[in-house]
């Protein structure tokens, strides 16, 4: 199993972790992977293709409906 170290974590975040674990019956480190692991499975799915990346990132902040714009080409085919 890999090992990570969080440097610089701020003083409130490390109170916030460790609160969490108290009231979970876990340690720190255990809430810590338990966060992860549960934000990496149900939150986060890898995109497979741009569009899906752009798409994932955007998600949260909402849809947008666009007008269809009825246009007229740009040239005339021509016929020889």
């Known amino acids: 199993m890999a090992s990570i ?3 610089n974590l701020e003083e ?6 460790r609160r969490l674990a108290a009231k979970n019956n876990r340690s720190m480190e255990e809430e810590a992977r338990n966060i992860l692991r549960t934000w990496l499975t149900q939150t986060y799915q890898p995109a497979r293709d741009l569009g ?3 798409h994932q990132r955007f998600a949260l902040l909402g849809g947008v409906d666009l007008l269809a714009i009825e246009g007229n080409p740009l040239r005339t085919s021509i016929e020889f």
């Open 12 to 17: 409130l975040l490390k109170a916030e972790l």
């Open 5 to 7: 170290t969080i440097r």
């Open 52 to 54: 899906q990346a752009i």
